[in-house]
Each structure stands twice: as C-alpha cells, then as structure tokens.
C-alpha cells in the first residue's frame, strides 16, 4: 500500500497538519482517549438490558467470555465515536458534552454488526467466534435491535439542545444503513459481469460512509455548527467512509488474519462483489474474464482457489484501483473538512482519524 501511503502523507503536508512522526500516534491518542469517554457510557447502556440479551451484548464487545466470566477483550477501535468527540473539538466545543452521541453511534454501529454477521455467515469477529455462532441467530438479531433502541434512547434522554436534530438524524441514518446493506444483498444475487463499480461505490457510501458521516454531523450538532458546517462534516465523514471501505476490501482480501480476526481470504472465498473486485471484473483484461469464470461458479474451497482468485484480482488491477480510489476519496474529505473547519490545526484530531483507517495494511 506504499502509493496509497505517500499520497495520504502529501495531502497531510500540503494541509499544513502537524503529522507528528507519522506512525499514526495521533490517531492513536484519539481513539484511546475516546474509548476512556465512552466505555463507561455504553457499559451503564448495556447493563440496563434485561440479563439474556445484556448476557449476549457484553459478550459481542468483549467484557465477558460466553459462560459470562470476564474478559478484557477488544470492543473495537470506537473509530465512530471518536469521530463525534473530534468534530466537537474542531468546531471549537467540550467533547464531554457529546459523550453520550458517541456512544448512541457506537451502539448502532454494534447493532449493525451483530446484524451482517448473521446475513453474511461470518463466523469470526475480533478474534473470537461471532455472537450468533455462540448464542444462535435470534439471540444475535435480538441484541441487535435491541442495541439500536438503546442508541436511540441515549439521546431521546439527552437534555442537549443538539440531541433532538441528532436523534432525527441517526435515525435516518439508520434507514440509509439498511437501505445499503439491502442493496450490497442484491448485488450478490446478480451475475459477476453485471454489477458496474458505481452502483458498488454508492452501496458502500450507504453501508459504510453513511454512519461515519453521521458521527461528524452529530458532534458538528453538540457543538452548535451552522447547518453548512453539519453538511461539510457529514460529507467529510462520508468520502473517508468510502476510503476505509476500499481498504478495508483490500484488507479483506489480502490482510494477515493474526490482525484481522477474520478468516483470509473470506470475501473471496465467499464470491463477495467487494470493490476491488467489481473494478478488476471491469477492466476488460484476460485476467478479468478468467476472474468472471471463476466467480460464476461455486463457492471457494481450498486455499489454492483463493490465492488464485487474489492473483487474478491483483493481476486485473483491481488493488491498485482500490488504493488509488482511496486516495482520491482522502482528498476529496479534506476537501470537505476544510469547508467547515479551515484551521489545520483546530481540524488535526478528524485528519488523524481520516489517515489512521486508509493507511492500515491490516
């Protein structure tokens, strides 16, 4: 990923941010800094659940192993929430105040995820088996739900002048995630030469950028933006969406598994559209049509099916196309964040989250 790399550090010079040492300490110190916020506030969430679905909830973030014992797990990066306290900060607010904002889009992220890993089968999540394998689909779907509603209830009790707006606009948020991973379902259904890449770039703005657009507006909300800074924020959050769906597809294709948590090679060997995908299926090469002939047919088995299909994407130029588009998505966020907020500096804390999920190569 070293194009891809380089071009993010130029956009990051050329945008004066102090980048520090480039290692992504900055994006660190965030993250970290905004789990230590919001873990308290989604842990008293969850405890308020009734004990079979708070039982099932604690163990898909990690606080408790499937017989209910402890456990110091990984919750997740909290990229999301990190993102509402940073855009509070840009625009000059106390991030404390939207503590609970943060976590209301954590939970929906979670409900999300409980949610595609019972649609996609996916057995393993940060390291561990998924919740429905261990507690069944319904449990999964429940907690889910359940999940969602308390997000909802985070700020519906919020006495925040800005919670209102953001309950109204987490909730179509919400509409526009399963709008979105309606859409990536039917695009699975079709053959592998009819799917075109804008119809898979607009289902992962809808599945992935929309909720981290939704985290920008919300913490441009708390902090008393103008509806122009609320939208800049939104669209900034959106196009780095875009980017880390790129990158997390080329991770899903090509990533260590040991960083992941997840199988290698599982979107391939599963026949998934992702994105680099759809672009080599597009690129009008040999390896292309071979790539076709291999997805129209059953699904992966051996490891050698997989490492020729990464071949033949790679080889059709569907990685380097991911990488790139990225990129370009990168710039275009700048773009919109400096909209709202031209300060480099004041606009530091959402450029290093920005950085952190399209420089990762794992």
């Not at 299909?309 to 790679?314: C, K, N, S, T």
């Not at 080889?315 to 710039?331: E, T, Y």
């Not at 989250?353 to 420089?359: G, S």
């Amino acid at each position: 990923m070293t194009d891809t790399t380089t071009d993010l550090a130029g956009m990051a010079e050329r945008a004066a941010w102090p980048r520090g040492s480039g290692d992504g300490h900055e994006a660190a110190e965030v993250l970290a800094a905004a789990r230590a916020c919001v873990d308290p506030e989604l842990r008293r969430a969850i405890d308020s659940l009734p004990g079979s679905l708070r039982r099932v909830a604690r163990y898909h973030f990690g606080w408790e192993h499937a017989d209910g014992s402890p456990a110091a797990g990984n919750a997740g990066k909290a990229i999301r929430p990190a993102l509402v306290l940073a855009a509070v900060r840009a625009l000059g607010g106390e991030p404390a105040v939207a503590v609970r904002a943060a976590a209301a889009v954590e939970l929906v992220h979670n409900f999300t995820l409980l949610h595609d890993d019972v649609i996609d089968r996916d057995t393993t999540r940060r390291h561990r088996p998924t919740a429905w394998t261990v507690f069944g689909d319904a449990d999964a779907i429940l907690v889910g739900d359940a999940l969602q509603a308390l997000g909802q209830r985070l700020l519906a009790e919020d006495p925040h002048p800005g919670a209102p707006a953001a309950a109204a606009r987490l909730a179509r948020c919400v509409v526009e995630l399963c709008a979105g991973q309606q859409a990536d379902l039917a695009l699975e259904r079709r053959g592998p030469e009819e799917v075109t890449l804008d119809e898979c770039l607009a289902m992962a703005e809808a599945k992935t950028g929309a909720l981290l657009g939704c985290a920008c507006a919300l913490g441009a909300l708390y902090a008393g933006g103008t509806p122009e800074e609320v939208d800049a924020l939104d669209g900034f959050g959106r196009e780095a969406g875009l980017a880390f769906q790129l990158i997390d597809d080329v991770i899903g294709i090509w990533g260590d598994p040991g960083h992941t948590g997840k199988p290698a090679g599982a979107d391939l060997a599963a026949r998934k559209k992702s994105l680099p995908v759809v672009a080599a299926l597009a690129s009008a090469t040999p390896a292309a049509t071979e790539l076709a002939g291999l997805y129209g047919g059953p699904p992966a088995e051996s490891e050698a099916e997989l490492e020729r299909a990464a071949h033949l994407v790679e080889r059709a130029g569907g990685r380097d196309w991911a990488q790139v588009h990225a990129a370009d998505r990168m710039s275009r966020a700048v773009g919109q964040l400096a909209r709202a907020v031209p300060d480099p500096e004041a606009a530091g804390g959402l450029l290093a989250l920005a950085e952190f999920v399209t420089r990762r190569t794992h």
